[in-house]
């Protein structure tokens, strides 16, 4: 218990000068480390890599501006006796605009509007390659924290529709490039976790 209550005080006297947020930032750059994990759960032969980055911007103390640019690569090895391998890459751009409901500038509490436009291609040798245009909308709900020191920390999370040109038969991937997981035409961001810099 002793351990406990030290620990506690050690935290709360760090967390004065660290989450203390009083230096007005305009410009927030972050991604979410988690993608770089998310090889952690495909099967033996099969390989998954996901990169993303955010570069967000203050309009007003109620709106910013952002842009995500996400990339993935993924390599599946079909086939016990005849293995075929299914190399797919996807990239996706999120203009969006975020709405901060208590004027806080560029942190706190957001609800985030945005389209999105982007292309899968899968490369197959058992198949002709394909190329699918992507493209649909999303909402977001999170809070962003930034700190003396410039770093940032954002948790949020939300649900869009994506549609492809022509329509994809099947969902060649897991999960999508910013780290949702599909669900057919609908998409879940279970935790958009962001950690980045802001100055």
């Not at 549609?163 to 279970?190: A, C, H, W």
Request: glycine share 10%.
């Amino acid at each position: 218990m002793k351990k406990i209550v030290l620990i506690f005080i050690v935290v709360l006297a760090a967390s004065q000068n660290l989450f203390s947020q009083e230096r007005d930032r305009k410009v927030t750059i972050q991604t979410n480390p988690l993608l770089l994990f998310s090889d952690i759960n495909v099967v033996d032969g099969d390989s998954l890599f996901a990169v993303d980055l955010e570069g967000q911007f203050k309009l007003t103390n109620y709106s910013n501006i952002a842009v995500t640019l996400s990339f993935l690569t993924c390599k599946n090895t079909f086939g016990r006796y005849e293995p075929y391998v299914r190399n797919v890459y996807q990239a996706d751009l999120k203009p969006m605009y975020i709405y901060r409901p208590f004027g806080t500038g560029i942190k706190g509490l957001y609800l985030g509007f945005y389209p999105h436009f982007g292309f899968m291609y899968v490369n197959d040798n058992k198949e002709k390659d394909q190329l699918f245009f992507e493209y649909g909308f999303g909402i977001n709900l999170g809070y962003k924290w930034v700190f003396n020191s410039g770093f940032t920390l954002q948790l949020g999370g939300g649900i869009g529709k994506t549609f492809s040109s022509p329509e994809k038969k099947e969902e060649y991937v897991p999960m999508n490039s910013d780290g949702s997981i599909t669900m057919g035409r609908t998409y879940i961001q279970l935790m958009d976790f962001k950690l980045g810099f802001s100055f």
